[in-house]
């Protein structure tokens, strides 16, 4: 997941008990700082926005964010003319998903039951895409018809990535969790203008890092510092970041 601010991107990875933070100065790295980011052997999963730059990951490893999907179709069904239908009715197979998906979470149903009651609404979903996918656009069409198109069209092409979370333990359907841990260091940008350099994006990052994966430790952050420091000085083995 990512946070833009002018000519800078903040990235952000959450497992499980610590946070990861990366600082780029340019917007026209973003798919090089997701590469950095993932490492060149990524093998896990990520839940994303649609953002190009993650495009470098796999279908098949890349959960597209529900979240962000949802904001997408309220937009589609707020236009005018066939959008309003096609957002309408993407609208109704979220909801029906995400039931499911809640009852799941409460142990109301099994991971098996959950695939199987979740096959009807892909089977609609994807339908509601196709026939959305094949109006009739010019190339340079910037109408709204034009964007809910090219927004059906994009996503039949990610259509894996879309129910990565049903039958991956561990997958979540949203970045949520992402979102929250990046605020801290959004307003921290925001209110402090950033760094103007590499060496201060570095420092801002490592620090983020530390800071954010203590929180979620609840372990102390001034007494880690502390000891960071004294082993650096000393040439012992700084304390470990992971719980």
């Excluded at 052997?41 to 999907?69: E, K, M």
């Excluded at 983020?208 to 880690?224: G, K």
Aim: glycine share 4%.
């Amino acid at each position: 997941m990512r946070h833009e601010v002018p000519h800078s991107l903040t990235w952000v990875l959450c497992p499980k008990q610590t946070l990861h933070c990366y600082i780029v100065k340019s917007r026209g790295r973003a798919t090089t700082a997701a590469q950095t980011v993932l490492g060149e052997t990524f093998t896990g999963f990520i839940t994303s926005d649609r953002c190009p730059a993650y495009n470098c990951v796999d279908v098949s490893h890349r959960q597209l964010c529900w979240a962000h999907l949802k904001r997408d179709f309220i937009q589609i069904s707020e236009r005018v003319g066939a959008s309003v239908e096609i957002g309408a009715a993407l609208l109704t197979q979220e909801k029906l998903l995400f039931n499911l998906w809640h009852q799941f979470r409460n142990e109301q149903l099994t991971r098996s039951q959950l695939i199987q009651a979740v096959k009807p609404i892909q089977a609609e979903f994807s339908s509601i895409l196709l026939e959305a996918a094949e109006l009739h656009i010019d190339p340079q069409e910037k109408t709204p018809l034009a964007k809910t198109v090219r927004t059906c069209r994009n996503l039949l092409k990610l259509e894996v990535a879309l129910w990565l979370f049903v039958s991956e333990d561990g997958v979540e359907p949203t970045n949520n969790a992402a979102e929250r841990a990046i605020r801290p260091a959004v307003i921290w940008r925001r209110t402090s203008f950033g760094s103007d350099s590499l060496a201060g994006s570095e420092f801002v990052s490592r620090l983020l890092t530390v800071v954010s994966s203590l929180n979620l430790q609840e372990r102390n952050i001034l007494d880690f510092l502390a000891e960071s420091i004294l082993a650096a000085r000393s040439g012992q083995i700084p304390p470990s970041l992971l719980p």
